[in-house]
T-cell receptor, first 113, second 117 residues
Framework: NAGVTQTPKFQVLKTGQSMTLQCAQDMNHNSMYWYRQDPGMGLRLIYYSASEGTTDKGEVPNGYNVSRLNKREFSLRLESAAPSQTSVYFC????????????FGPGTRLTVT | SQQGEEDPQALSIQEGENATMNCSYKTSINNLQWYRQNSGRGLVHLILIRSNEREKHSGRLRVTLDTSKKSSSLLITASRAADTASYFCATAGAPMYSGGGADGLTFGKGTHLIIQP
């Protein structure tokens, strides 16, 4: 099993450009999450999807949108990138919400110039 | 806002010694989890302790939870060079921030552990 996969691994954007980060899991998990990690910080929750067909905002949702495409896939879209969105983005999944452990992807390192 | 706060921020010990790191949090929790992150990699789940548990073991790891003090500790015994990493506590429970996120985890800033050979 691949676990949680993310694409791309690295991306450089100019201010105002848009992009979509892709995430997929093969563990048949119900819940999926997007976090961002800034230098010297822990992870902060952007959006999550408790189950297929639902999405909810986390701590820092402004400037992002998400789509739970199916049970396996959860994408994160930046419509108009800003330098403040320079960060490392992690996707995670869990069997069911916060009451179970989460499995993380390798991350996408995004730089916005 | 960060729910968990790890202490110390950085810790350097000799191989074979024990490493202890602490986590404090602010609100009632369903469970508390510890994760490890090697440089430039994703997080790896280490152990989950539920609010009605006081201590849990997994191999060389021992986690304690004191809900009255809103604190937890992670002990790594007989440390190895491969234990060099950042360690994060994460809480699951009612969020402090507005906008929901009730089903996500709230992470601390982490403890960076260096094991000297």
């Amino acid at each position: 099993n691949a676990g949680v996969t993310q694409t791309p691994k690295f991306q450089v954007l100019k201010t105002g450009q848009s992009m979509t980060l892709q995430c997929a899991q093969d563990m048949n998990h119900n819940s999926m999450y997007w976090y961002r990690q800034d230098p010297g910080m822990g992870l902060r929750l952007i959006y999550y999807s408790a189950s297929e067909g639902t999405t909810d905002k986390g701590e820092v949702p402004n400037g992002y949108n998400v789509s739970r495409l199916n049970k396996r896939e959860f994408s994160l879209r930046l419509e108009s990138a800003a330098p403040s969105q320079t960060s490392v983005y992690f996707c995670a999944s869990s069997a069911w919400t916060r009451i179970y452990e989460q499995y993380f992807g390798p991350g996408t390192r995004l730089t916005v110039t | 806002s960060q729910q968990g706060e790890e202490d110390p921020q950085a810790l350097s010990i000799q191989e074979g010694e024990n490493a202890t790191m602490n986590c404090s949090y602010k609100t009632s929790i369903n469970n508390l989890q510890w994760y490890r992150q090697n440089s430039g990699r994703g997080l790896v789940h280490l152990i989950l302790i539920r609010s009605n548990e006081r201590e849990k073991h997994s191999g060389r790891l021992r986690v304690t939870l004191d809900t009255s003090k809103k604190s937890s500790s992670l002990l790594i015994t007989a440390s190895r060079a491969a234990d060099t990493a950042s360690y994060f506590c994460a809480t699951a429970g009612a969020p402090m921030y507005s906008g929901g996120g009730a089903d996500g985890l709230t992470f601390g800033k982490g403890t960076h552990l260096i094991i000297q050979p």
